[in-house]
């Protein structure tokens, strides 16, 4: 299976900061139909997961453009670029390119 | 609009079975795979399981946790995909989701979950 490392697993930020969520899986996540199929989740607290991003930069339909995604092969980032209050809950990097589906361990975003 | 609602969770004793629902709506079901996912209480997301579209075959594939005791399958005619779940485990407790998947957006709808609670 492939195991997907989230750091950090907690992320204090000031209302209008950027945050960073770091995301790094033990293979490589490039399909062999060329397609990398890295998603990021966003789970605001007692609600279900939400997608925000898929196929490392790609934004979900009605995601604000505060939220980008990157990287390539095994190493892939989460950027929002000014927090917002709603932005508070867990971030899940999921990886889709292989069964089983695996999750990294989540960060909690929260406002200082 | 899409929208999946999740149903038939409840307290189960373990050793006993329980069948769950996720009935879509807003969007031809047939054209999809569905997934089902489960989140156990102050845990992270897992997956279950998944079935394909008819269109690649309804097959299936699931987690080594719950292989040979859970089952997916699927009424298209109804836009129902279901859990049946065997052989209950006090650590299959947990919030199951079912999600809408496609290639290109996998899991890209999550339905608002049910609760499964399994306890003596």
């Known amino acids: 299976d492939i195991v997907m490392t989230q750091t950090p697993l907690s992320s204090p930020v000031t209302l209008g900061q950027p945050a960073s969520i770091s995301c790094r899986s033990s293979?490589?996540?490039?399909?062999?139909?060329?397609?990398?199929?890295l998603s990021w989740l966003q789970q605001r607290p007692g609600q279900p997961p939400r997608l925000l991003i898929y196929?490392?930069?790609n934004r979900f339909s009605g995601v604000p453009d505060r939220f980008s995604g990157s990287g390539a092969g095994t190493d892939f980032t989460l950027k929002i670029s000014r927090v917002e209050a709603e932005d508070v809950g867990i971030y899940y990097c999921?990886?889709?390119?292989?069964?089983?589906?695996?999750f990294g361990q989540g960060t909690k975003v929260e406002i200082k | 609009e899409v929208q999946l609602v999740e149903s038939g969770g409840g307290l189960v004793q373990p050793g006993r079975s329980l069948r769950l629902s996720c009935t879509g709506s807003?969007?031809?079901?047939?054209?999809?795979?569905m997934s089902w996912f489960r989140q156990a209480p102050g845990k992270g997301l897992e997956w279950v399981g998944f079935?394909?579209?008819?269109?690649?075959?309804?097959?299936?594939e699931y987690a080594a946790s719950v292989k040979g005791r859970f089952t997916i399958s699927r009424d298209d005619s109804k836009s129902i995909a279901y859990l049946q779940m065997n052989s209950l485990k006090t650590e299959d407790t947990a919030v199951y989701y079912c999600?809408?998947?496609?290639?290109?957006?996998?899991?890209?709808?999550w339905g608002q979950g049910t609760q499964v609670t399994v306890s003596s």
């Open positions: 999921m990886q889709a390119t292989q069964f089983p589906r695996t």
């Open positions: 999600t809408r998947t496609t290639m290109v957006t996998p899991e890209d709808y």
């Open positions: 079935i394909r579209s008819k269109a690649y075959g309804g097959t299936t």
């Open positions: 196929k490392i930069s």
């Open positions: 807003g969007f031809t079901f047939g054209d999809y795979s």
């Open positions: 293979q490589s996540l490039v399909h062999r139909d060329g397609n990398t199929y």
